[in-house]
């Protein structure tokens, strides 16, 4: 079902230097399904991450946020263990205790701190975290750890996910080759708060500290927290940027160099290509939708705009329905919150074909027109609200029966 | 598909002294289907109305919203006049006019200011409104005007409801017997926000008119304005509240005396009746859900809290498959938006079924309890928040294929 996304070739993922990645099938929820992935990072690897904002958030999410705290150059980061199947989310004390034991267990096993560790998990919530299977685990991801993983780590995180995720590029910066390689997964409960679902980006460059950080959070701006599925925004969400350093350049150490720059259009367009995957996965998708809010005040009235559009169930079905029923748009853009948007300055584009101006259908605009865009796989919605200068992009996709059937289901 | 929903017994639909009833088959978009309501007046009545807060709201919507803004006691509102098929929304100027000129007619034939017609639309947006046949249908709905007409002005004002809605009862204020009757439509595009839908209210009580604004603005904030089916806010969304002052009681005029509060208890309670109607008649819907915020700092947070819940696609498909996938309302009560929310301190209850306590899964909570509530086709959600004294009920429905269906097909 997914829109125009095929699986990544496993030849065109590319090891980065540092980065080590262990995969084991233990059984937390399906058989025959891999399910624990350890990443494993060389000792100068500096790390970077975000998580939901969900105060439910999961415990793993708790402990990893503490353990990123705590790290500094005595205590870096040296593994992340994800299993799919458990979310371990609203499991109270229990959960974190559960989280809390995976780590050290696994610190044990590479014979490091367990606040070396960053735990995450993914799946059903309220459902008591399955240890002793994860603690089974943890020899079997460790023994199979191996450069050229990243194929296989993109599939042992699919849930609902029906396409494995997984890019990689490689930019010259000072003369040395730097490698990117990145997986992400996620297909429902996908809505941008801070990071959305899981993903995870590493490079060999040498970079500092606070510029990664810096680094981390434009890019998950401005591609994991522009997508929305289905407004719900999970529990477990979190993005991490991994940087190794054994690329050989000079660390970049300021934020306006030209290198700078160079690393972050490339790791943004990277994040951005994971991120619309998640969006062409989406549960049920048949459409692709790129929203794109012009001409307003601040980004945050374009996002109000472009939230309101991919979320409303109205327009996301008349998508899957390839029914240009486009007063549904104007009645999203009409209630997202701005309190003084006047309507009559309003243009809206579907694709190139202008369908409203000045708060009404357009004099050009003939449903013929409307019809052929909406029946694309893929779809751009321009809304130009001429009140200022700030324009943003948002993704999603439509609302089918199979996202219904996928949700009604899933537990199952 | 109605959840526990039958048509009103027209013969339990009491006649309001001084309303009158028209309606009329105009052919605005569908054959054999009465399209136009005329609500006529006598001069003393009073009237008091919301109207949607969507920026792109329609025509009518402007008109009406001017329209009582002139109207004083030489200029009391005399008729509304309501039409299927068509919102007459996001028409620009042209719109404006049409329903201008429908006033204008209106007036014409009944003799009076235009100024005293309010207007109102539902249907399509952006779709030219076919003013020649509700022209042309004027002088029908004057010629069938009747007080007993009260069931098929519920039938009138339909469009993807499939159940007509109207109630009707009775109570005795200052030795005199008060008759209260409402008709409201709406299936989709329900989210509060003032007013949601087309809901009229009138009784022949007499009351002054800042009590009637005062009790038609308590009356919706606690019955329309508590129910969402799909989270989008329609543009035509209007309530209105009518007092024709026949029933021969003492004006009422004071709102802390016991008739205020009796009236209001009797209205309100009423109102509620409707708006529950809308929901267990929402688009596809199988199941009625109860939402109870309860022990919240403000009404604000413990909306916020229900809202979150009510609009969750996650949640409301796993009521629609009867699974007791609790989970997806923690998920959703945690971004909420409550930021100092303490989820150790919160309790969720399915009926009377204690799911969660302490931030994870109760200790006495067992599936099979959880799954036979899921099961019924009403449903009360209780959260606890345990951080104030505020507590606030909400109304929704579930999402099923069906809903999928109706909109993908709503246009065709």
Redesign the interface.
């Known amino acids: 079902m997914a829109v125009n996304l095929t699986p990544p070739l496993p030849e065109l993922l590319l090891p980065v230097r540092g980065v080590s990645l262990g995969i084991a099938e233990v059984g937390i929820k399906k058989a025959n399904r891999k399910d624990l992935l350890l990443i494993a990072l060389d000792q100068n690897a500096k790390v970077a991450a975000v998580f939901t904002?969900?105060?439910?958030?999961a415990a793993p999410v708790t402990v990893a946020k503490e353990h990123l705290l705590d790290s500094n150059s005595k205590l870096p980061i040296k593994a992340l263990i994800i299993n799919t199947g458990n979310?371990n989310?609203?499991?109270?004390?229990?959960?974190v205790t559960c989280a809390r034991s995976t780590c050290s267990e696994l610190a044990r096993l590479l014979d490091c701190d367990s606040r070396q560790i960053l735990p995450f998990s993914t799946g059903?919530?309220?459902?008591?975290l399955p240890l002793e299977r994860i603690i089974f685990g943890l020899p079997l991801v460790i023994a199979n750890l191996k450069s050229d993983n990243w194929f296989a780590a993109s599939q042992a995180i699919m849930t609902t996910d029906t396409v494995p995720k997984a890019v990689s590029r490689q930019i010259v910066l000072d003369d040395k080759v730097i490698t990117i390689t990145g997986i992400a997964k996620g297909s429902?409960?996908i809505?941008p708060?801070m990071a959305t679902m899981l993903g995870y980006i590493a490079t060999d460059v040498a970079i500092s500290q606070p510029l990664l950080e810096l680094m981390m959070r434009s890019v998950v701006d401005n591609s994991f927290n522009r997508i929305t599925v289905?407004?719900?925004?999970?529990?477990n969400d979190a993005f991490v940027l991994i940087a190794t350093g054994y690329a050989g350049n000079v660390e970049i150490s300021d934020n306006h160099s030209a290198e700078f720059r160079a690393l972050q259009d490339a790791i943004q367009e990277l994040a951005i290509q994971l991120a619309q995957a998640i969006v062409r996965d989406g549960e049920g998708a048949t459409k692709f939708i790129t929203i794109n809010v012009e001409k307003g005040v601040s980004l945050d009235e374009c996002a109000k705009v472009a939230h309101a559009i991919a979320?409303?169930?109205?327009v996301k079905?008349?998508f899957?329905?390839s029914?240009p029923?486009?007063?549904?748009i104007?009645?999203?853009?009409?209630?997202a919150g701005?309190?003084d948007?006047d309507?009559?300055r309003l243009q809206l584009y579907l694709d190139n074909v202008l369908v409203?101006e000045?708060?009404?259908?357009a004099q050009s605009y003939c449903e013929q027109d409307g019809q052929r865009v909406m029946k694309q796989p893929e779809i751009i919605v321009k809304v130009i609200l001429n009140r200022g200068q700030i324009s943003m992009t948002t993704w999603t996709c439509d609302?089918?029966?199979d996202?219904?059937?996928i949700?009604?289901?899933?537990?199952?």
Chains 1, 2 share one sequence.
């Open positions: 904002q969900n105060c439910f958030c979310a989310a609203g499991n109270g004390e229990t959960g059903v919530i309220m459902e008591p429902g409960m809505h708060n289905d407004g719900d925004t999970s529990t979320r409303s169930p109205l079905t008349a899957f329905a029914d029923n486009l007063g549904r104007l009645a999203a853009i009409g209630y701005i309190n948007l309507v009559s409203v000045n708060g009404s259908r609302f089918s029966y996202y219904i059937k949700n009604a289901d899933y537990r199952s």
